[in-house]
């Protein structure tokens, strides 16, 4: 089936440094992908939606300046954390929505995530 | 906005007995989709079961059933002869054109 792969599994970055996130469709094309945000035994929040070859929408209090997504291609979209603080640790997740049909019956596949430590 | 709800933090099943976990959802929308996702120790996000709207048949997928009552909003997932391997975090979701919400999880422990 199709994959999502996400790297780097795990990153350990200074504060105050950028860190980057990448999440890529392996064997399918994917004009949207989605950054989740995940806290300790808690759920998924969605932080924004990204669109290939446009701006990312972000949801509601996610600091669009601090989370920078870029969708370039349609298989890869990447997150950057900048200047990162401990406060930014979590558990990051893409998902990938495949092109093909009616948008909404569209299969959407998540990537492994990836764990952020700022130190 | 779309709500999700799952109001039961913690479940404990025995294992190969059966359990049901379950989910209430909120919306206007007439054409959307329902999931149940299972996410392991591991975090990786696993497609358990979805469930069309306009479909009235409950959608099965092996041990996993729902039962999908679409005017309560209803979406309950029924889990069959239960295995150790279930134990998990399990997450409703709804799904309209474009965006996935999810509920706040329920997690499954099963008991040898």
């Known amino acids: 089936g199709a994959v999502v792969s996400q790297h780097p599994s795990r990153v350990i970055c200074k504060s105050g440094t950028s860190v980057k996130i990448e999440c890529r469709s392996l064997?399918?094309?994917?004009?949207?992908m989605f950054w989740y945000r995940q806290f300790p035994k808690q759920s998924l929040m969605l932080m924004a939606t990204?669109?290939?070859?446009?701006?990312?929408?972000?949801e509601q209090g996610v600091e669009k300046d601090k989370f920078l997504i870029n969708h370039a291609s349609l298989t890869l979209s990447t997150l950057t954390v900048t200047s990162a603080h401990p406060e930014d640790s979590s558990f990051y997740i893409c998902?990938?929505?495949?092109?093909?049909?009616?948008?909404?019956?569209?299969?959407?596949?998540f990537g492994e995530g990836s764990w952020l430590t700022v130190v | 906005a779309q709500t999700v709800t799952q109001s039961q933090p913690e479940m404990s099943v025995q294992e190969a007995e059966t359990v049901t976990l379950s989910c209430t959802y909120d919306?206007?929308?007439?054409?959307?989709?329902l999931f149940w996702y299972k996410q392991p120790p591991s975090r990786q996000m696993i497609l358990v079961i979805r469930?069309?709207?306009?479909?009235?048949q409950n959608a099965t997928e092996n041990r996993f059933s729902v039962n999908f009552q679409k005017a309560a909003k209803s979406f309950s997932l029924k889990i069959s002869d239960s295995q150790l391997g279930d134990a998990a975090m399990y997450f409703c979701?709804?799904?309209?054109?474009?965006?996935?919400?999810f509920g706040k999880g329920t997690l499954l422990t099963v008991n040898p």
């Open positions: 998902s990938a929505r495949e092109n093909a049909g009616h948008a909404s019956g569209n299969t959407i596949y």
């Open positions: 064997d399918f094309q994917a004009t949207t």
């Open positions: 990204s669109n290939e070859g446009s701006k990312a929408t972000y």
């Open positions: 919306t206007s929308e007439s054409d959307y989709y």
């Open positions: 469930q069309e709207a306009y479909k009235q």
């Open positions: 979701a709804y799904r309209s054109r474009y965006k996935l919400t």
